[in-house]
């Protein structure tokens, strides 16, 4: 197998090759062989592919610049059928730019401006996994939500069970007949029942954006100086944030959360060290994307086996 990846390696095979050039005897230089090891790690399909037959590095950069000449038009003015069409085409330029330097992502966005819209960033998820992620994501949330609800609805001794409590008081609130206020508690509730401390991952502000130090977070604009249950039912605005900067807005909780899993997705970022078990259940739960290699925490196996 070892001569079978050497011999991938020299004929371009991008997701082989990445992983060339490591400490041996022929290459005493080298890093060690454990070392950075660039791999699928999330149920990706398409993690390094290799350029489209008739490309080079040249000519997609040439479409990259078209892109962004495009993206500098306004809404109405700019060619979607082209933008798309080029998006498709550098897919493997963008994901070895993406995974093999781990750009900042003000770099990114200067670079792939397609990549914080909403109908781009899901044909991205797509390119990657090969799932509709919003219609998989809901498909799934509005199945489990009325088990998590009951689920959450029994923790009712300690800290946990004391949030949960003003969780669902908060929930009783709200119209029934609204679907994204059950979607809203089922996920936010979620965090709370794994025991894991989102508090720098869900944030909500007051009037204006308050900028935080955070690697990724999601900042709810809301009315109210305090939320109830610290869940933001009916915000102004979701900021998207990474990096300390707000790279996309949604008027929805869930949706600007979809659009977060996705970015993490497309820009090759890790989940957030406090918040893991959340996006795992996310990643292999409710889309199924599932690493056979990784084991689950068991609170989160426990709930897996709960549920299905």
Excluded at 117 to 135: A, D, G, K, M, S
Excluded at 143 to 158: F, V
Excluded at 192 to 220: G, H, N, P, Q
């Amino acid at each position: 197998m070892g001569n079978q990846r050497k011999k991938l390696a020299k004929a371009g095979i991008m997701d082989v090759a990445v992983n060339a050039g490591k400490h041996s005897r022929t290459n005493p230089d080298g890093a060690s062989p454990r070392a950075n090891i660039k791999r699928p790690r999330r149920g990706e399909v398409n993690f390094l592919p290799s350029y489209p037959s008739g490309e080079t590095r040249e000519s997609l950069e040439t479409r990259r610049l078209e892109m962004v000449e495009e993206f500098k038009k306004t809404s109405a003015e700019r060619d979607i059928p082209l933008i798309h069409q080029h998006m498709m085409c550098t897919f493997a330029l963008r994901r070895e730019e993406i995974v093999t330097t781990s750009p900042p992502v003000s770099e990114l966005k200067d670079r792939w401006p397609a990549l914080f819209h909403e109908t781009q960033l899901y044909f991205e998820f797509h390119r990657i996994t090969n799932q509709n992620l919003p219609h998989v994501f809901y498909a799934a949330l509005d199945d489990y939500a009325p088990q998590l609800i009951g689920l959450y609805k029994k923790r009712k001794t300690g800290r946990v069970g004391e949030r949960m409590e003003q969780l669902l008081l908060a929930y009783g609130k709200q119209d029934k007949s609204d679907i994204y206020a059950t979607r809203t508690a089922a996920l936010a509730g979620l965090p709370m029942y794994l025991k894991e401390d989102s508090s720098e991952i869900f944030k909500t502000c007051k009037d204006e954006i308050e900028f935080y130090e955070a690697t990724i977070a999601l900042v709810a604009d809301v009315d109210e100086e305090e939320v109830p249950g610290g869940v933001p039912f009916s915000p102004r605005q979701v900021f998207i944030v990474l990096e300390d900067q707000v790279v996309m807005t949604h008027h929805s909780w869930t949706d600007a959360l979809v659009c977060l899993f996705g970015l993490i997705y497309a820009l090759h970022l890790s989940y957030p060290e406090k918040c893991t078990g959340f996006f795992e259940f996310i990643q292999v739960v409710l889309l199924k994307l599932d690493d056979e290699r990784k084991q689950l925490k068991p609170k989160l196996q426990t709930l897996k086996n709960e549920l299905v």
